[in-house]
């Protein structure tokens, strides 16, 4: 924690080197989301319906109600922690709150709607395929950022800030 907190992390090679690794473990999970997406179904409203409900034409049968929720009790752990360590990377990057913030809610959202979208689409009304698109978008776009901004707050050089108080005071210590 140390590292992040006093802006270590830009010189600690070892530190920089997990970070970076990590990242390209989360980028090849990007790819492979995406591919699995769209293996599945489009950006398409028909593509999704059918994916969820089945299609006669296309021989799919609708998804079953075991089968979405052993995906679901799955995806909402696994992204969820995904989730939580690119996330917690935002609190050092030099940004302000207000950023960081959005950097931070954003994504959980997104996998939010994206998980609950699927449910919506398959038991409430077809209409909701356009929310399950769109939160797909939403949270490979989030995933995208949080990858780059982790590597060009690493990489960048200079101190990173905690919180949004000024450099020297992160350095003065703590108040007498």
Same mark, same amino acid.
């Given at each position: 924690? +140390?590292?992040?907190?006093?802006?270590?992390?830009?010189?600690? +090679?070892?530190?920089?080197?997990?970070? =970076?690794?990590? $990242?390209?473990?989360?980028?090849?999970?990007?790819?492979?989301?995406?591919?699995? *997406?769209?293996?599945? &179904?489009?950006?398409?409203?028909?593509?999704?319906?059918?994916?969820?409900?089945?299609?006669?034409?296309?021989?799919?049968?609708?998804?079953? *109600?075991?089968? &979405?929720?052993?995906?679901?009790?799955?995806?909402l752990?696994?992204i969820?922690?995904?989730?939580? =360590?690119?996330?917690?990377? &935002?609190?050092f990057?030099?940004a /302000?709150?207000?950023?960081?913030?959005?950097?931070? =809610?954003?994504?959980?959202?997104?996998?939010? %709607?994206?998980?609950?979208a /699927?449910?919506? =689409?398959?038991?409430?009304?077809?209409?909701?395929?356009? %929310?399950?698109?769109?939160?797909?978008?939403?949270?490979?776009?989030?995933?995208?950022t949080?990858? $780059?901004? /982790?590597?060009?707050?690493?990489?960048?050089?200079? @101190?990173?800030?905690?919180?949004e108080?000024?450099?020297?005071?992160l350095?003065?210590?703590? @108040?007498?």
């Open positions: 924690m +140390r590292f992040v907190v006093t802006g270590e992390w830009s010189r600690n +090679r070892l530190l920089q080197t997990i970070v =970076v690794l990590y $990242v390209l473990y989360v980028a090849g999970l990007w790819v492979t989301n995406g591919l699995l *997406y769209f293996n599945k &179904m489009g950006l398409t409203y028909a593509s999704v319906v059918d994916y969820y409900l089945g299609s006669e034409e296309r021989y799919l049968t609708p998804r079953t *109600y075991q089968g &979405m929720l052993e995906v679901s009790h799955f995806h752990f696994a969820g922690l995904l989730l939580l =360590v690119l996330t917690h990377l &935002m609190l990057i030099p /302000s709150n207000t950023v960081k913030l959005w950097l931070i =809610v954003l994504p959980f959202i997104a996998g939010l %709607l994206s998980e609950g /699927s449910w919506l =689409v398959r038991y409430a009304h077809p209409g909701f395929a356009y %929310l399950k698109i769109a939160g797909f978008l939403l949270l490979q776009g989030s995933l995208a949080l990858m $780059v901004v /982790s590597l060009w707050a690493i990489f960048r050089g200079g @101190p990173n800030h905690y919180t108080e000024d450099e020297d005071s350095d003065a210590g703590p @108040p007498s």
